[in-house]
Nanobody, 121 residues
């Protein structure tokens, strides 16, 4: 069974940094675009950043210059380095990936369980 598992969330003070990790596991033939989304209380889930299999990146305007997405294809892992965090970044962060499981002809969209990031003094 293909799944995504996030780690690295927690409590951080304003101006601080956190690094999120997300690893895909299972029998996977291919992983295409991977990304991070977040959902704050009372708000809709929103895009944070995405990265294609060849390393092209895309960021929400609100995180440009502060967050960096990267991936290690050999490890089926995507990272989100978050710097200069502020209270507006408080949310549950979800990993997302478009993957084709081994033996399947379809590319599916998969989500992790989410990891809480809280920015507070």
């Amino acid at each position: 069974q293909v799944r995504l598992v996030e780690s690295g969330g927690g409590l951080v003070q304003p101006g601080g940094s956190l690094r999120l990790s997300c690893a895909a596991s299972g029998t996977i033939l291919s992983i295409y675009t991977m990304g991070w989304y977040r959902q704050a209380p009372g708000k809709q889930r929103e895009l944070v950043a995405t990265i294609t299999s060849d390393g092209s990146t895309n960021y929400a305007d609100s995180v440009k210059g502060r967050f960096t997405i990267s991936r290690v294809n050999a490890w089926n892992t995507v990272y989100l380095q978050m710097n200069s965090l502020d209270a507006e970044d408080t949310a549950v962060y979800y990993c997302n990936a478009n993957m084709r499981p081994m033996g399947s002809t379809r590319v599916g969209t998969y989500w992790g369980q989410g990891t809480q990031v809280t920015v507070s003094s």
